[in-house]
C-alpha cells in the first residue's frame, strides 16, 4: 500500500511539474511580411515604442521579409524602412506584436494601411481607429474614451488611455486602473498609470521643475543655471527616428537664427548607453548642450516632466515659466519657431 502510495504521489508531482512547465513556457512570435513593389535590399527595422529600441533589423528580398522574437507583453512596434542610401522611406507601419504568428500585406504606395492578421491588439486598434474616424469632431474625444474603457484590460487600451492621460481627472484614471487584471495592472505602463494618478502633473504656465544632468565631459548641469533665457528643454531617445530627424533639420537651424545671449536649447538624452549619446552628438548634435542621468525612461528628471515618447520638447520664458509643449516632428510647420518668435517680441 505504501509501495502504491509513493508511487501515486511520484506520478503527481511529474504531473505537476509538466503542467508547470507547460503554462509558463513562452512562445514567440513570428511576423511574415508581403511588402508588394519595395525594391529588393530595402532595409527594414522592427522598434518597440513601448521601449524605444530598435529590436531587430532585416532586408526585403522578393517583397517578403520575416521577424521573430519574444516579447514580454503585446508591443506597440513599428517597422521603418530605408533606402540602399540608408536614407528613411516615408512608408512605415504600426501594429502591436504578441507572442502569435502575425502576417501583414501591404502595398509599397500604401504600406501605413498594409493588412495585418493575426495580432488581437492590433484588431482591437484598427476598431478604435475606426470609432474615432466615424465619430463627429465635438464627440471624437468621449467616444475615444468609451471605447477605451469598455476594452480596458490589455496593453492596446492602457498604451493609448496613457497618451490622452492629460485629458483625464484623477479619478476616472484610478477607475480605469481598477479594471485591469494582475498582469496589466503590475506591467510597467500599468504601474505608470497607477503613479501618475498620484502624483501633481506639470501643467502649462506653471513654473519649471528644475532638473539635472551631466554633458559628455562629465560637468553637471542645472536647468536653474540657465534662468533668464528662453530654454528649449528637449527629451529625445537615440533609437527614436523622428528625435533624429528634429536634431539635423529643426534644432541647427534654431541655434542659428537665435541669440545664445537670449535662447539656448537642452537636449536631455533618454537612454542609459553612453557611448551612443557620444556617438550621435559628435556626429551631428554638438552645435548646443546635451546632458543626461543615464538613467533612461526610469529616471527621476523624466518623470518630472512627464515623458512617455519622444521626441517631447518644453518651451519656458525667461521668468521660467513653461509656455508650451511640443510632441513629435512635422518637418515644415515651424511650430517651434512661431512660438520662439512670440517669447521674443
Not at 539635423?248 to 542659428?256: A, R
Request: hydrophobic share 35%; glycine share 4%.
Amino acid at each position: 500500500m505504501k509501495n502504491i502510495i509513493t508511487l501515486l504521489t511520484i506520478i503527481l508531482i511529474i504531473i505537476s511539474c509538466k503542467k508547470e512547465q507547460k503554462e509558463t513556457k513562452k512562445e514567440g512570435f513570428n511576423l511574415s511580411v508581403t511588402a508588394k513593389n519595395f525594391p529588393d535590399s530595402t532595409k527594414v527595422i522592427l522598434f518597440n515604442r513601448d521601449i524605444d529600441k530598435n529590436i531587430d533589423s532585416t532586408y526585403v528580398i522578393n517583397e517578403s521579409f520575416k521577424f521573430s522574437g519574444n516579447v514580454d507583453l503585446p508591443s506597440l512596434c513599428y517597422l521603418f524602412f530605408y533606402d540602399l542610401e540608408n536614407k528613411p522611406i516615408d512608408h512605415y507601419k504600426y501594429l502591436f506584436i504578441e507572442n502569435k504568428d502575425i502576417s501583414i500585406v501591404g502595398e509599397y504606395s500604401d504600406f501605413f494601411n498594409a493588412k495585418v492578421s493575426g495580432s488581437d491588439q492590433s484588431d482591437l486598434l484598427t476598431k478604435y481607429y475606426s470609432i474615432s474616424d466615424a465619430s463627429e469632431k465635438s464627440k471624437k474625444a468621449s467616444n475615444q474614451l468609451d471605447f477605451l474603457y469598455a476594452n480596458a484590460n490589455n496593453q492596446m487600451a492602457l498604451n493609448h488611455l496613457l497618451y490622452k492621460k492629460k485629458e483625464i481627472s484623477t479619478d476616472s484614471l484610478l477607475l480605469f486602473y481598477q479594471r485591469l487584471d494582475s498582469v496589466n495592472s503590475n506591467s510597467p505602463k500599468g504601474q505608470e498609470l497607477l503613479a501618475y494618478s498620484k502624483i501633481v502633473q506639470l501643467k502649462i504656465g506653471d513654473k519649471f521643475r528644475d532638473i539635472w544632468g551631466k554633458d559628455l565631459n562629465g560637468t553637471k548641469h542645472q536647468l536653474s543655471d540657465y534662468h533668464g533665457k528662453i530654454i528649449l528643454l528637449d527629451f529625445w531617445s537615440p533609437d527614436c527616428p523622428y528625435s533624429s530627424e528634429q536634431h539635423k533639420k529643426e534644432l541647427p537651424q534654431l541655434v542659428q537664427k537665435y541669440n545664445p545671449e537670449d535662447f539656448i536649447i537642452i537636449s536631455y538624452f533618454i537612454d542609459t548607453e553612453a557611448k551612443d549619446w557620444k556617438k550621435l552628438s559628435e556626429e551631428d548634435y554638438s552645435n548646443w548642450l546635451h546632458i543626461s542621468d543615464l538613467q533612461g525612461m526610469k529616471g527621476e528628471n523624466i518623470s518630472e516632466y512627464d515623458i512617455t515618447g519622444t521626441p517631447n520638447s518644453f518651451l519656458i520664458d525667461k521668468n521660467g515659466i513653461v509656455v508650451k509643449s511640443f510632441v513629435g516632428f512635422y518637418e515644415g510647420e515651424h511650430r517651434i519657431e512661431n512660438e520662439i518668435n512670440k517669447l521674443m517680441n
